[in-house]
């Protein structure tokens, strides 16, 4: 069974950086598509970023391509999420989420399996 904890969230000013971490346990392949996606109040979730762990191939929504950055780093078993330049309208909770045998060469969209239990970020103005 996959777990995913996500950490590094919290309170920040606009045009500031922030770094999300996403620790993955359970993974029993490197055959896996990672990804961020965030839901604000009143809205419904929407993708954020995703990378596919064998390549590290990367796809962005349009909202945050140039600002924000997905990596892995498979010593520590962790997706990470650099967010630069952010907006008041980036405050959302952010979830982890992982899709288990992706072979693939573009990380998806949609489809996820396995969620975290979501991190807050909060943009101030």
């Known amino acids: 069974q996959v777990q995913l904890v996500e950490s590094g969230g919290g309170l920040v000013q606009a045009g500031d950086s922030l770094r999300l971490s996403c620790a993955v346990s359970g993974r029993t392949s490197v055959y896996y598509a990672m990804a961020w996606f965030r839901q604000a109040p009143g809205k419904e979730r929407e993708f954020v970023a995703s990378?596919?762990?064998?390549?590290?191939?990367?796809s962005y929504a349009d909202s945050v391509q140039g600002r924000f950055t997905a990596s892995r780093d498979n010593a520590k078993n962790t997706v990470s999420l650099q967010m630069n330049s952010v907006k008041r309208e980036d405050t959302a909770l952010y979830y982890c989420?992982?899709?288990?045998?992706?072979?693939?060469?573009?990380?998806?969209?949609?489809?996820?399996?396995?969620w975290g239990q979501g991190a807050q970020v909060t943009v101030s103005s």
């Open positions: 989420a992982a899709r288990p045998w992706f072979f693939g060469t573009s990380p998806p969209r949609a489809n996820y399996d396995y």
């Open positions: 990378i596919t762990w064998t390549t590290g191939t990367t």
